[in-house]
């Protein structure tokens, strides 16, 4: 089995994150007053750990998919695009797009039953989607398309 770990630095700096210290920190952005960040357990392979999608402020996560720690597979789906990368879920009638522009800011965008309801435009975010190490994990855990 493969153990994937983040290049350690990968999250900029100036980019804050929903993940803990023991957690890798595979992307995240900030939009307004909130933060979204990818999350995984530094053990994520094929078969063991997990990542998970984390919505809120720096005192309080407000939303997570899955709700609890989960093995990625089946959850989550990364694409690359001409100019860039994007990771989707879905959550009950909800579905979540994360696209990452090459150049440019990254976007979430949000929709209920296939009616398109806000895009979220990050103001700075690790532009990390797009990078070998991410599109690995993402290889590995059955995501890739």
Not at 104 to 125: E, M, V
């Amino acid at each position: 089995m493969i153990l994937l770990t983040m290049v350690s630095g990968i999250a900029s700096a100036q980019v804050k994150s929903l993940c803990e210290k023991n957690e890798n920190t595979v992307w995240s952005c900030q939009a307004g007053k909130k933060i979204y960040s990818i999350c995984s357990s530094k053990d994520l392979t094929s078969t063991t750990g997990y990542l998970q999608y984390r919505a809120g402020t720096l005192e309080r996560t407000e939303f997570k998919f899955p709700a609890e720690l989960q093995h990625p597979k089946g959850r989550f789906e990364y694409g690359l695009l001409p100019h860039g990368a994007q990771l989707s879920f879905k959550n009950d009638h909800y579905s979540y797009e994360i696209s990452e522009p090459l150049i440019g800011q990254a976007a979430i965008d949000i929709s209920k039953d296939d009616k398109h309801l806000s895009t979220l435009q990050c103001s700075a975010s690790t532009q990390s989607l797009s990078d070998n190490t991410t599109m690995d994990i993402f290889k590995t855990v059955g995501a890739y398309q």
